[in-house]
């Protein structure tokens, strides 16, 4: 309990995912082999450790603390959540008692389904012997609520480096059910799984973003375009009518779209696909948001699944009746896919659009034409594999808006503005429509300063809102819907734009004017 | 007439004319320490613990007019006798005794019961009533002993060091510098101080108040790599060092009790560590003084006389007289 509590501790205190997987080679190299596969359990959320409710274990703690409900009620707003309000109210405890965890979740299993009198003498004396940082833990572990927010990809990381697994080994692993109380590590990591060769994706083709002239990376003839889109890139891997999906992050996400995991999709067996998953309304596809609320939800609703369905646009294929064609000439690889499209089903898998021509011209004008498609860019990928087999990311042109500023936000020290806030009209109103990164030279920055002590006219903590008077062009990728802003939309990847000295903030742009290019560019 | 009432200028005895800790200018004022919201400038005299006179000088001025005390030293005006006793809050900080025609009244100040072995430690004086502080006046806040804190610091910075970054401590420069310079592991790398923190250290060497000396940051400042920086807050300073080097910020405060605090703030990392009473710590300088009557301020005052009057003493808020009815919700 004592080292679960501190990784729970310190892994809400780290941000970076280098430091995160740190933390938790440490945990994994430190933890018992008895411990840990329900720490892999924990962390993955994935016991059920509740016996009693919040409320209950709150009459208990008070009464055992001797505090007066009117003093934890107090207190709480301060912590802002009960299971640590009350870890703190009890009393301190030097008693440091190496129970391990695998004890206390078969005692607290035991617990389950006694009474209440010998579950809270059960709960009294677990405090008595626990710190308070192990109280946080226990008290959200015994009425349900702890959850830890960590990613597959770091759990998976993270015991590659301490076990030397390859990480598809343990990624199937860790999504199938498994029984901490019946099973031991070390026969979960090492007994053999057919999963371990059918499930295995291949190396995902790195991706850069071109930022010099296209006409940098060689003749048009060598290359294909594809157009991309903002969804998931994965692997899509049948084999012995099991269907696997990957994403470049090497998370098996099979598990997040039960309607792609259905192994009558694909007609052949030991087929690697490899393309961009993303959600479909009708004929309509769905910005981004969607997907990713879809992916952070628990449970898919059938009406989910209906109303939004996932579907695949294909890419490449890696491999196919079993046959490695990963290296083969583009060629090659399309004459196969051909092959394998009538074996497909069509209403999930689509074809994705591809650009060959012997002049960059075409490859240009295609680039001009995506956002009418729904794509977000361009990928180039070299006909003929070499050794560099790098893809290249195109990006598009960015829109354009011309917004005036409404908000400016200091720095914590409040020597520097560090964003500002921008909206456009709405009846005489400006409404916010994008928050972006101060990128103003120096000067201008100190002039905005001076600008800002007359013409400030409300501050909020760091916020000051002001006049309007600087009209900026805003650039921004696309335009998606978003109900919980006041303008409806967000604007992906807004940047500061040159200023606008000559438009005075009246004739800058309305909201009508985002609607039209948001309108324009769905289908 | 009570001995001392609250006034709009601060605690106020009006038998012998002087303030305690007064907000506002007034010709007599008697200092606890040296912490902005105790020690205000534009009074005429000031008077304090003798350790307290080099820190006010620094912080509100060379020139005024102030006179040192030594703890227990008698200073009678018009019949009430006053003496400064140890607070172990900062260096130089001190409560008040006030005695007039066998009626004694104490107030606090800030003060804490652990010793720090930097200051004088604290030591509870028997009083009819007491005015205490309330700071940390909620049953959440109970500390770990400074050792365990101290101990947690280094291996922070033990850390950061093997990670090529260097360490940033936001802490007061009156108190928890002191505390921390004096009783981390000088073994692990360089130390620096922010020029407040640095001048404060200074002031107390030359009068023999401090022993720990430490470099000051400037942005010739070499050997940052693995260094361990002090400062109040953030400053250009560490902004511009941030640029080149690797930083690692935590704040040493008793607000970082919470999980909530701890993540509200843009640190990476948050220390327990107060120069006030925690609540059993407040609890036990309430029974020590056997205070018959319980004044509390500069805090969460009125959840603490509650819980006091539920104890059964009588205790009250300078806001608001607390009888004892459980009118708060
Ligand atoms: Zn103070
Ligand atoms: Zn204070």
Redesign the pocket.
Known sequence: MKSLSEIYLLLEELVSFDAKLQALKSYFEQTAAEDLLWSISLLLNKSNARIITITKLKDWALAHAKIPEWLYNQCHPLVKDQSETLALLLPNTDSSIGKTLSAWMLDIEHHKKLNLSKQETFVVNAWKILNSNERILFNKLITGNLRFSLSQQLILHALHLVFNKPIHCLAHRLITDFDAFDKSFRDWLNQPSRKDIDSKPYPFVPIKKLSSDVFNIGEARHWLGIYGYDGISVQWIKRNEQVFIWNDKMELISLLFPELTKPELCAVDKVVLQGTIILMKDDQMMDQNFLTSRVKRKNISKKLLLDFPAKMIINEVLEYNGEDISERSWNTQRNYLEQLYPHLDNHVFLQSNTILSDHWESFTSARKEARNVNASHLVLKNKVKTKDKTNWLWALDPLTVYATLIYVESSIDRRNISSLTFGVWDNKKLIPICKVENTLSKNFETELQIWLKKNTIEKFGPVKSVQPFFVFEISFESITENKRKKSGISLKSAKLGKYLKEMKAENAHTISILKEIQQKHIK | MELLSNTKNGLYCEVADVYIDPWRKVDKALITHG?S??ARPGHKHYMCHVNCVPILKLRIGKKINVRGFNFGESIHINEVRFSFHPAGHVIGSAQIRVEYKGEVWVVT??YKLENDQVCTPFESIKCHTLIT?S?FGLPIYKWATQDTIIQQINQWWAQNKADHKISVIYAYSLGKAQRILKHLSHDIGNIYADNSIYNTNNALIQHGLYKRACQTLNPESKDLDGALVLSPQSSSALNNISKHHPMSTAMASGWMATRNKRRNRLIDKGFVLSDHADWDGLLEAVRSSEAERVIVT?GYQSAFARYLSELGLRAETYDTAFKGEPSLS
């Open positions: 912490h919201d105790h100040g800030d502080e700071t500069h």
